[in-house]
């Protein structure tokens, strides 16, 4: 069965502290990895989709990176308009979850002024 | 100019009753989504339309019936709501299916959190 881990579960940092985000997953086959940022109240926002390992993405302040068993999105000097939770998502290539997004539990971002 | 709505956007109600959610896209995908979002926050799917045809039919009790008249539209339909079933609901929309081969990435709705008491 597909999983998708991430990590920390919360993580909060100073303005200006840079960090990583971590997701972990078991997959048959990746047909893709996505990131989504979700603030409070509102739906998944997309930010990335990684292919294959050793690519990169990035996007303002992220980046995110992917290995064949996980992937990480590098906050660089964060701001506290930063702050959200970050979701993981995976399409498998093959199995009982192809064609459908697994998404991890996500890791809360807080960023203090 | 929102590119998935739904409305609407709280849906407090008691058991037994049914009630309905309505998702509309305005990005031209052909494919569309429910998703549950429970207390932990994960994101399970439920259902997927591509072209108005059922392609996603997960583990859902039959109490939950999408609809989808046309592209842009797709509804969810509870019947005989169960304390259970309290949860954030999302609509998603994406380019095409990821059935075809492509990861088509997915954009979502502001969820629609419905309370049953």
């Known amino acids: 069965e597909d999983q998708v881990t991430q990590s920390p579960e919360a993580l909060r940092l100073q303005e200006g502290e840079s960090s990583s985000l971590n997701c972990s997953y078991t997959v048959s086959g990746l047909r893709g990895l996505f990131w989504y940022r979700q603030d409070p109240g509102k739906g998944p926002e997309f930010l990335f989709t990684l292919y294959s390992a050793g690519e990169e993405k990035e996007k303002e302040r992220l980046k995110a990176t992917l290995t064949k068993k996980e992937s990480f999105l590098h906050i660089t000097a964060p701001k506290p308009e930063d702050s959200a939770t970050y979701l993981c998502a995976v399409l498998a290539a093959g199995g009982t979850s192809y064609g459908k997004l697994t998404f991890g539990q996500g890791t809360i971002l807080t960023v203090h002024p | 100019d929102t590119a998935v709505s739904q409305t609407p956007k709280y849906l407090v109600t008691q058991m037994g009753n049914d009630k309905s959610i309505k998702c509309e896209q305005n990005?031209?995908?052909?494919?569309m989504y429910w998703y549950k979002q429970d207390s932990k926050k994960f994101l399970k799917i439920m259902f997927s339309?591509?072209?108005?045809?059922?392609?996603i039919n997960e583990t859902v009790p039959n109490r939950f019936s999408p609809k989808s008249p046309d592209k842009a539209h797709l509804n969810l339909h509870i019947n005989s709501l169960e304390l259970g079933d309290s949860a954030v609901y999302f609509c998603?929309?994406?380019?095409?299916?990821?059935?075809?081969?492509?990861?088509?990435?997915?954009?979502f709705g502001p969820g629609t959190r419905l309370t049953v008491t």
């Open positions: 990005l031209g995908h052909d494919t």
């Open positions: 339309y591509n072209n108005k045809e059922l392609i």
């Open positions: 998603a929309s994406s380019q095409g299916s990821s059935y075809a081969g492509e990861a088509y990435e997915q954009y």
